[in-house]
């Protein structure tokens, strides 16, 4: 078996190399056009490994404590783990706190299916997540991708949040309910996005 597990995790880092190359690729790319054009726009994201200390309290696996140096109680962040959008970060009694994405006070903007329908994504303390306030004239369909949109300045634009699982109509709008990507049982490490541009 840990041969089994030594020849996977080879696989893996074989193709997080290829994919760091790549984006070194694009970075550059990127750099280069922005030079050639005289652009003036700046794209720094910058992002940092926190580790979790415990949970808030027993029994409500929604919220952790995350051990954040330099911490500004004045910002929300993103909290990402591995691929996925796992919640955001909140100042509580001058500690960062992590609302993981079902907590029902963890939101953020998104956007959802190939039409980049805009909306509000937020937990409701169980399996699922809700975007609210879509506008009604896109077309969505179950199993169209959510990702973030980049416009609330806490996450940058696509990193991936769930799949829709039904849809529903009210008031002009339409309201979505997703499978989230997290689901990690072992949140000890995330990623905090410290700043998107």
Not at 5 to 26: A, G, P, R, V
Not at 133 to 139: K, Q, R, T
């Amino acid at each position: 078996m840990q041969a089994k597990k030594i020849d996977e995790l080879k696989q893996k880092l074989q193709k997080c190399n290829n994919d760091h190359l790549l984006l070194q690729e694009f970075a550059t790319e990127l750099a280069t056009l922005y030079k050639e054009n005289n652009s003036t726009i700046v794209n720094r994201p910058k992002t940092e490994l926190v580790r979790t200390i415990s949970y808030e309290k027993f029994g409500n696996l929604n919220r952790v404590w995350l051990d954040v140096p330099e911490y500004n109680n004045s910002k929300i962040y993103g909290l990402v783990y591995q691929d996925f959008v796992a919640g955001i970060v909140v100042p509580k009694e001058g500690k960062a706190m992590g609302l993981l994405n079902s907590d029902i006070k963890s939101t953020y903007a998104v956007y959802v299916g190939k039409e980049k329908a805009p909306g509000i994504a937020h937990g409701n303390n169980g399996k699922y997540l809700l975007v609210d306030f879509i506008p009604a004239w896109f077309h969505i369909k179950e199993g169209d991708e959510v990702i973030t949109s980049g416009l609330d300045n806490i996450f940058f634009q696509g990193l991936k949040v769930g799949r829709v699982i039904s849809i529903s109509k009210s008031q002009g709008y339409q309201n979505v309910l997703i499978d989230q990507y997290y689901k990690a049982t072992q949140p000890n490490y995330f990623h905090i996005i410290r700043s998107v541009r």
